[in-house]
């Protein structure tokens, strides 16, 4: 079964720094990977994904990340951080073998932004 | 309106009742999934439906049931609620396929629930 480990519960980052949420996934052929966000007292919602072509997707408000398969990696990355940018981020990833696409999620980073 | 509804967005109930959390959704997507949010675990797979007629346990299943009464509903049942139940839980969709809006999951608000 797949696993996926978030390597930070928590990130405290000040304002307009850059910020790296880390996300490692257990080895696997064929994978979908995806970063959701969740704000307070909200449900998730998509910030980017990667499905195939280039390794390096773009996401919404100004977030990006990087598929890396020989490290099996897909780390989330912002060049300057805004205190809306405060909220629990979920790495998730899709087994692709077997056909059922059921995403895993991580446990999730904590990103606080101090002004 | 919502694409993805969940009620009751709130529920405070006690140690043996029955407990029905429903979910209807407009996207009109055919997988539909609920999760569970406990601090620090993330999100964990209770049951998921790719239709109408196929239910399909997850990670977590003992302790609940599900229901597909319709393509655009889907409600989580807990027959005897125990307190470490007591979680916040996510109704999902997604549509199947390999087109690039597939398998990207579209979420509700949340229904918290705590057991007594």
């Known amino acids: 079964a797949q696993s996926v480990t978030q390597l930070d519960s928590q990130v405290p980052v000040f304002e307009e720094a850059p910020v790296e949420l880390r996300c490692n996934y257990s080895?696997?052929?064929?994978?979908?990977l995806f970063w959701y966000v969740q704000y307070p007292n909200q449900g998730l919602q998509l910030l980017l994904k990667?499905?195939?072509?280039?390794?390096l997707v773009k996401g919404i408000n100004g977030f990006e990340a990087e598929f890396n398969k020989s490290q099996t990696s897909f780390h989330l990355r912002k060049p300057s951080v805004h205190i809306s940018d405060t909220a629990e981020y979920f790495c998730?990833?899709?087994?692709?073998?077997?056909?059922?696409?059921?995403?895993?999620f991580g446990r999730g980073t904590s990103l606080i932004v101090h002004p | 309106d919502a694409d993805v509804t969940q009620t009751p967005r709130n529920r405070i109930t006690k140690t043996g009742k029955r407990i029905m959390l429903e979910c209807s959704q407009t996207?009109?997507?055919?997988?539909m999934y609920w999760y569970r949010q406990d601090p620090g675990l993330g999100l964990r797979l209770i049951y998921y439906?790719?239709?109408?007629?196929?239910?399909n346990k997850g990670e977590i299943s003992d302790g609940y049931s599900v229901s597909r009464q319709a393509q655009a509903k889907f409600s989580l049942s807990l027959e005897s609620a125990i307190p470490n139940q007591t979680a916040l839980y996510f109704c999902?969709?997604?549509?199947?396929?390999?087109?690039?809006?597939?398998?990207?999951?579209?979420f509700g608000a949340g229904s918290r629930l705590t057991v007594l």
């Open positions: 439906s790719f239709d109408v007629k196929d239910i």
């Open positions: 080895s696997s052929v064929s994978v979908y």
């Open positions: 999902a969709t997604s549509k199947t396929g390999v087109a690039s809006g597939a398998n990207v999951l579209t």
């Open positions: 998730a990833v899709s087994d692709l073998t077997g056909g059922s696409y059921i995403p895993t």
């Open positions: 996207k009109g997507h055919d997988r």
């Open positions: 990667y499905l195939s072509g280039s390794t």
